[in-house]
T-cell receptor
Framework: QKEVEQNSGPLSVPEGAIASLNCTYSDRGSQSFFWYRQYSGKSPELIMFIYSNGDKEDGRFTAQLNKASQYVSLLIRDSQPSDSATYLCAVNVDSSYKLIFGSGTRLLVRP | DTGVSQDPRHKITKRGQNVTFRCDPISEHNRLYWYRQTLGQGPEFLTYFQNEAQLEKSRLLSDRFSAERPKGSFSTLEIQRTEQGDSAMYLC??????????FGEGSWLTVV
C-alpha cells in the first residue's frame, strides 16, 4: 500500500464550480499535511498546509483534515481555468520534515 | 528573498558521464532537501541536510549519487556514471525550522 494515495484524475469541473481533491494516507503518526500545485513542466508550489483536524481556509482554498479517517482534502471554490494543474498531497512523517508525496490529481477547469 | 535557485535548469548528457547540480536555498534556511520526480509521479525524497550535516539518505540514493552542503549554504548533487533511468527532474527545496518546504524550479536531466 502506498503511503499517500490520490486519484490520478483528471477531475474535470466547469469554471466557477467547486473542485474537491482528496488524499488518504497510511501512517497514523503523520502530523502535518500539505497541498502543492504543479503546472506542467514546472516545480511544485506550496498552496497550504494543515496540522489540526477540521478546516483551514485561505482565499478560495480550504484544506480539510480528518485524522481518524486518515483523510485530507482540498476544496477550490470558484474554480478558474488557471487552476488547471496537478495537485500534490504530501504528508510529513517525522521531525525531519521530510515529505512523502502522492502521485497527484490532475484538475481541468473548463471555461 | 529570491527563492530556491537551481542550476543548470536543463542538462542532456550521454550515458556514463557524470553530472552535478547546484542548489542555493532561500537565505537563512537551515534545512535543505533533494527530491527526484519522474513523469506522472510525485516527488520522491532523496536526501536531507540540516545546516552542513547530511542527516538522512533514501534507499533511492545509490552509490552513484552523492550530495554535499559544505558550508551549510548551497548544496550540490552529483550523479556518477549516469544511466538512462536517472532521467528525471531533480528538485531542491529548503525550509527554516518550520513545516513549510519550498521548492526550486528544478533541474531537468536527460540521459541519452
Amino acid at each position: 500500500q502506498k503511503e499517500v494515495e490520490q486519484n490520478s484524475g483528471p477531475l474535470s469541473v466547469p469554471e466557477g464550480a467547486i473542485a474537491s481533491l482528496n488524499c488518504t494516507y497510511s501512517d497514523r503518526g503523520s502530523q502535518s499535511f500539505f497541498w502543492y500545485r504543479q503546472y506542467s513542466g514546472k516545480s511544485p508550489e506550496l498552496i497550504m498546509f494543515i496540522y489540526s483536524n477540521g478546516d483551514k481556509e485561505d482565499g478560495r482554498f480550504t484544506a480539510q483534515l480528518n485524522k481518524a479517517s486518515q483523510y485530507v482534502s482540498l476544496l477550490i471554490r470558484d474554480s478558474q481555468p488557471s487552476d488547471s494543474a496537478t495537485y500534490l498531497c504530501a504528508v510529513n512523517v517525522d521531525s525531519s520534515y521530510k515529505l512523502i508525496f502522492g502521485s497527484g490529481t490532475r484538475l481541468l477547469v473548463r471555461p | 528573498d529570491t527563492g530556491v535557485s537551481q542550476d543548470p535548469r536543463h542538462k542532456i548528457t550521454k550515458r556514463g558521464q557524470n553530472v552535478t547540480f547546484r542548489c542555493d536555498p532561500i537565505s537563512e534556511h537551515n534545512r535543505l532537501y533533494w527530491y527526484r520526480q519522474t513523469l506522472g509521479q510525485g516527488p520522491e525524497f532523496l536526501t536531507y541536510f540540516q545546516n552542513e550535516a547530511q542527516l538522512e539518505k533514501s534507499r533511492l540514493l545509490s552509490d552513484r549519487f552523492s550530495a554535499e552542503r559544505p558550508k551549510g549554504s548551497f548544496s550540490t548533487l552529483e550523479i556518477q556514471r549516469t544511466e538512462q533511468g536517472d532521467s528525471a527532474m531533480y528538485l531542491c527545496a529548503s525550509s527554516m525550522d518550520s513545516i513549510a518546504i519550498y521548492f526550486g524550479e528544478g533541474s531537468w536531466l536527460t540521459v541519452v
